[in-house]
């Protein structure tokens, strides 16, 4: 058994890394999408390369010797139960070709594997990147120790052979465990990036970058808001930062409160914001745009660093998106804003629509009128 046991084993190491890399390719992002498409689809994937395994392998008078646990305990480090006997379930029936006995071994082995694996997987946790696999790699002999049974008569074989096997076993599971956790690590670390570079660090919000990038994929029933905050430098000169941080972080929580799941805000620039409404009737772009800069005065005062903030308002500047450029819509957008701040700030404005008969953006179609804070903020 010994002499068939080595070739088989390091023919079946060759092929497990060269599947595992084919494996490690179905995790594309993290933390994974939801949905069992993709669970069936890598439980199918090591099905087929747990029962290749076995089928590689030469069969001897004490039976196979292959690798086709490993994927076994991949799949239960992953899923659980489910994920180990199904992964399983193809080698056990392969087993049976070579009679009662093989097919009895592998049923125990099966069985015994998975059990230890699952009771282990607090401990072998391939999706923490920061080292359980290094802390915790002696585990891999542990789960592997009934890794085969002895067939009758065969007694002498079996334990001249069994240290190999058991150490093979273990160490093809360390470097297909290392490639998985590996390609994890590359793209959580992608994932991360990705968003920092997309994502304004301050409010949460999308940043400019990401709002460029939204931009081409508007469509002519999108429209576009641009908000700026009233007096800002006011409030950072007089108050201090740590509460501008907060006055700006406060307004990037309100705005996303207003919005729908389809719709996007942005921190398009200092004290300035940016707002996609995706599908949207041109006329309900101000009421929209008045609901938000509302929002933004009716927030309570800010605290940082023990020192209590003013209110703040918001003057908006909008624009629909149409069959012309979107550099024109966010041409149109900002001109809209400018005129609000040309006449006294804290208003709305879309371009190409009447101006409401109020210009405080706290007054609108019944809305109450705008609170005494804001001509504060206005002198």
Not at 60 to 71: H, M, N
């Amino acid at each position: 058994m010994i002499s068939a046991a080595l070739p088989n084993l390091f023919v079946n190491l060759c092929v497990l890394v060269t599947l595992s890399f084919v494996l490690s390719l179905t995790y594309r992002d993290w933390p994974p999408p939801p949905g069992r498409a993709l669970r069936w689809t890598r439980l199918g994937l090591t099905g087929l390369m747990a029962a290749a395994l076995f089928l590689l392998a030469t069969p001897g008078d004490g039976g196979r010797v292959s690798l086709a646990l490993v994927p076994v305990v991949l799949m239960a480090l992953r899923y659980g139960w489910s994920g180990g006997l199904s992964t399983g379930l193809p080698v056990t029936l392969l087993a049976g070709l070579d009679g009662h006995p093989a097919l009895l071994s592998a049923t125990l082995s099966l069985l015994s594997v998975t059990a230890l694996t699952v009771r282990t997987r607090h401990l072998l946790d391939l999706s923490d990147v920061s080292g359980s696999l290094h802390r915790h790699g002696w585990v891999a002999l542990l789960l592997f120790v009934p890794v085969t049974f002895p067939q009758p008569g065969h007694l002498l074989d079996w334990l001249v052979a069994y240290p190999t096997v058991l150490v093979m076993h273990a160490v093809g599971f360390l470097i297909t465990a290392t490639m998985l956790t590996s390609r994890i690590a590359l793209i959580q670390s992608t994932t991360r990036y990705r968003a920092e570079a997309h994502q304004d660090a301050l409010t949460g919000l999308a940043n400019r970058r990401q709002f460029e990038l939204d931009l081409p994929f508007t469509q002519p029933d999108d429209a576009l808001l641009l908000l700026d905050l009233d007096h800002f430098k006011r409030v950072n000169d007089e108050y201090g930062h740590p509460v501008g941080d907060a006055v700006l972080r406060a307004v990037g929580q309100a705005l996303t409160t207003e919005l729908r799941g389809r719709d996007r805000a942005y921190r398009y620039g200092g004290e300035e914001f940016a707002v996609i409404l995706r599908r949207v009737p041109p006329a309900e772009v101000d009421r929209v745009a008045r609901r938000m800069a509302r929002t933004v005065a009716d927030l309570p005062p800010v605290q940082a660093a023990g020192v209590q903030g003013p209110p703040v308002t918001v003057s908006v500047g909008g624009a629909t998106f149409g069959l012309w450029s979107r550099t024109r819509t966010l041409w149109d957008a900002d001109e809209a804003l400018y005129t609000v701040k040309g006449a006294g700030r804290n208003g709305v404005r879309i371009a190409g629509q009447s101006p409401a008969p109020s210009t405080g953006a706290a007054r609108g179609s019944g809305d109450r009128p705008a609170e005494p804070h804001a001509k504060e903020l206005q002198r």
